[in-house]
Structures are given as structure tokens and as C-alpha cells.
């Protein structure tokens, strides 16, 4: 046998692997890198990340841990005070009273998603998730070996899924429905009168867990109220995990802080998982996050205007152009525009449009402008914008935007 033979078998990947691809936005972002570090001047609006910095309070308070020697191991579910701090974030923020072992913390709110579904969910149970959805929670449950059941919503109903289309989705092996409001890519919040509606049917189906991720609750515009499902539906707060995390509130992407509520049971078998995989998230990090948590809060508001001025900047701009068309998102920090409008133009090599990834691609290669296709969301006749970036690099995306849509013809 030949070394490279003996690499090949010894580097086959398990069939689990082979189920999940890398998640587009960590791809996108890599090309953009890779023709910028050609010469080439991208503009890249791919970022799902706040493009300010931590504040400073919590950043010291990082220091001061790491000098006060909290650098060791923590309790694998994150360190009391955290745990508490949580508790009574959801208490004053959300009216839902969780108890120090209905908490969690972990590496992300990414990570606490991959401990709930794949500490629950068995080969072939099925996971409902609403389309245009955050990329990671089919991928993540096609991991645990269960099948994503996707719901694709419609445009004109905001891409908010109803009432009528959650009863159908469901089967003896639905294990989990999967809310995301404010929503990454459309921005689409649930009302609460929305909210009930939809959790009148869950009642229903008590075999039914919700996993509610409310990572963008305070990047909600027009003094919009966020509402999440347990507080509004409390009969449903036994079968509910109501996921948070600092990274969009505080600015906070790479400190890798998520925490969620949820019943001790699952808890315990979520950090039984963790356990065995990073054990506690960083101690600096976590300390920070207390800070974030429980320290001033006017950063948030702060930003929540940054972005909301932001959004209507590139929306405006956005719909000036011929042949797209961009919904007011309510939250989040994206714009996620129909490009239906241009199918069926031709490209410039001669083909002719017919989804949202030939577009972004011409929008890259013609423009050089990073953005990401609707197909990785579930939707394949839209694209997503971050508005995570400067006014000058948004009114600049928008321009090269209506300069591609010249090119066709
Ligand atoms: C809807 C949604 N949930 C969860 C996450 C992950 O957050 P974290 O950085 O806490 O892992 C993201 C990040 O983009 C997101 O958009």
C-alpha cells in the first residue's frame, strides 16, 4: 500500500460528516479574504457580527479576572455567578423565572443548540425548522442523524410561519420546532399574539419541544417589544429552551458566551454532553459575559440606533433598484431582498439567471461584492446583506448591486 493510500483511508471522514457542509457564511467570508489578499478591492457585507468593539467595562473586567487568577477550570455549566447573573437577566428581561439548574452556559449559543439536539434527538427524529432559517440548525441536526423538516414561509406573510403550516409540519417523530426571532436572514420578530397562535398548536402535541433562539432579542426596531414563547405560552415552559447569548447584544462574537432556560433534566443531559466535549467555556470569557450582563446596558440601546438608522439606509437604497425588492426587516442586523425580479436576464457570459447563487456570484465576480445567496437559508430567490458595516461601505454595496443589475441583460 502506497502512503497516500494509507492517508486516504486513514482521513475518510465518518458518514455523519458527510451529512453537514461548512457553513456558508464561514466560506464566504473566507473568499473574500482570498481575493482581497489577491488585490482586489471587495467589499464584503457577509458578516454576522456586530463591526464595533466589546465595550470597555466589560473588557476590563476580562483583565481583572484573568489578574485575580480566574483562569482555571469552571463548573462544567459555567460558574455560579453567571449561572445567576442569567437567571435574573430572564427574570427582569423576559418575566421567566428559571432556577440556577434550568441553566446552562456555553461555548457560543451555537454550542448549546448542538447540546440540546444532540443530546435529545435519535436517528430519524424529525426537527422543524422554519425556512428561511439560521444555516447551522438543519445541519446540526443532520449531525445527530435526525431529519430536518424545513417549512418554507412565505414572503407575504413577513416569513413568519403559521399556525396551519406548523400542524402539518409535525409527525409522531417531531422532536423539536425551531423558532428564531428576530430572525437571521429575514429579521422577521413574532408577536406575541403570533406567538400564542402558534403555541395554541403546540399544546396540542405535548411530544413537541421548542428551542427558541432569541440571540437578537435586543436588536429589535421601532420600538418593537420582544416577546419569547415561554413567558407568553407558560404551559409551554416545561418543554421550552430559551437560548441567548452576548455575542450580538454586547458585541461579543468571539468571546464564545451563549446561555439558555430550560428544565433541569435537560439541562443535565446537555451538560452531561458538554462534558465530554470543551467541558466549561473560558473562564475570562464568562466573566466578561457577568459583566455584560449585569453592568450598564446603554451600549445596547446605543447600537440598537446605530443599526436601525443603518437599515433604513440600505433599505431605501435597495429598493431605488430596478428589479429588487427589500421587506424593513424588524430586527437582527440583515437584509435579506428578493432577486426574483431579475430571473430569466442573461449574465454577462450568457447564461441566463435563474437562482440566487448565480447572482451572488455575479455580484462578486463582476462587482466584487461579498454577499450570500437565499439558497443557504432555504430560500433560493433572495439574497442576505449584513448591515453590520459602515454607511459608506452600504451605500457603496448598493451601488455595485444596481451596477450588476446594468450588466444584465
Ligand atoms: C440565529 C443565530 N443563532 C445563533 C448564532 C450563534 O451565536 P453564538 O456566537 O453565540 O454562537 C447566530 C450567529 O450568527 C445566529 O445568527
Known amino acids: 500500500m502506497s502512503f497516500n493510500q494509507a492517508l486516504e483511508i486513514i482521513m475518510q471522514i465518518s458518514s455523519r460528516l458527510e451529512r453537514i457542509k461548512s457553513s456558508p457564511s464561514s466560506m464566504a467570508g473566507q473568499r473574500a479574504r482570498e481575493l482581497r489578499a489577491q488585490g482586489r478591492d471587495i467589499v464584503s457585507l457577509t458578516s454576522g457580527e456586530p463591526d464595533f468593539d466589546t465595550p470597555e467595562h466589560i473588557r476590563e473586567a476580562a483583565y481583572r479576572a484573568m489578574n485575580d487568577g480566574q483562569t482555571r477550570y469552571t463548573d462544567v455549566g459555567g460558574t455560579s455567578a453567571l449561572r445567576e447573573a442569567v437567571r435574573q437577566k430572564f427574570r427582569r428581561e423576559n418575566g421567566l423565572d428559571y432556577e440556577i439548574n434550568e441553566t446552562i452556559i456555553g461555548t457560543g449559543a451555537k454550542q448549546i443548540i448542538f447540546n440540546a439536539i444532540m443530546s435529545t434527538v435519535n436517528s430519524g427524529d424529525e426537527v422543524i425548522v422554519p425556512a428561511p432559517y439560521w444555516v447551522s440548525y438543519p445541519d446540526i441536526t443532520l449531525l445527530a442523524e435526525g431529519n430536518p423538516v424545513i417549512v418554507t414561509t412565505s414572503a407575504s406573510n413577513g416569513f413568519k410561519l403559521q399556525p396551519q403550516e406548523l400542524e402539518q409540519a409535525i409527525s409522531a417523530r417531531t422532536k423539536w420546532l425551531i423558532l428564531n426571532g428576530p430572525n437571521n436572514p429575514s429579521g422577521a420578530n413574532y408577536t406575541k399574539a403570533e406567538l400564542q397562535a402558534l403555541g395554541e398548536v403546540l399544546l396540542h402535541y405535548p411530544h413537541v419541544m421548542v428551542l427558541t433562539d432569541d440571540i437578537y432579542e435586543h436588536l429589535l426596531y421601532d420600538d418593537r417589544r420582544f416577546h419569547t414563547i415561554a413567558q407568553v405560552v407558560p404551559e409551554l415552559k416545561d418543554r421550552t429552551l430559551t437560548l441567548n447569548g452576548v455575542s450580538k447584544a454586547y458585541a461579543m462574537t468571539g468571546w464564545r458566551i451563549g446561555y439558555a432556560g430550560a428544565p433541569a433534566a435537560l439541562i443535565k443531559t446537555m ?25 450598564p446596558q446603554d451600549f445596547v440601546a446605543a447600537s440598537r440606533k446605530r443599526f436601525q438608522a443603518r437599515r433604513d439606509l440600505i433599505v431605501d437604497a435597495l429598493n431605488s433598484i430596478d428589479g429588487i425588492t427589500c421587506a424593513r426587516p424588524e430586527g437582527a442586523f440583515y437584509v435579506f431582498p428578493s432577486c426574483r425580479d431579475l430571473f430569466g436576464a442573461m449574465l454577462p457570459d450568457g447564461t441566463k439567471l435563474q437562482n440566487s447563487e448565480q447572482w451572488v456570484l455575479h455580484l462578486l465576480d463582476a462587482q466584487d461584492l461579498a454577499v450570500l445567496q437565499g439558497s443557504a437559508y432555504g430560500i433560493d430567490d433572495h439574497f442576505r446583506i449584513s448591515f453590520a458595516a459602515s454607511d459608506e461601505k452600504l451605500r457603496e454595496g448598493c451601488r455595485r448591486i444596481a451596477a450588476a443589475r446594468d450588466q444584465l441583460r
Not at 467541558?279 to 449585569?294: F, R, W, Y
Open 271 to 295: 451538560i452531561k454532553l458538554q462534558s465530554q466535549s470543551t467541558s466549561n467555556p473560558s473562564s475570562v470569557s464568562q466573566a466578561a459575559a457577568l459583566a455584560a450582563l449585569t453592568g
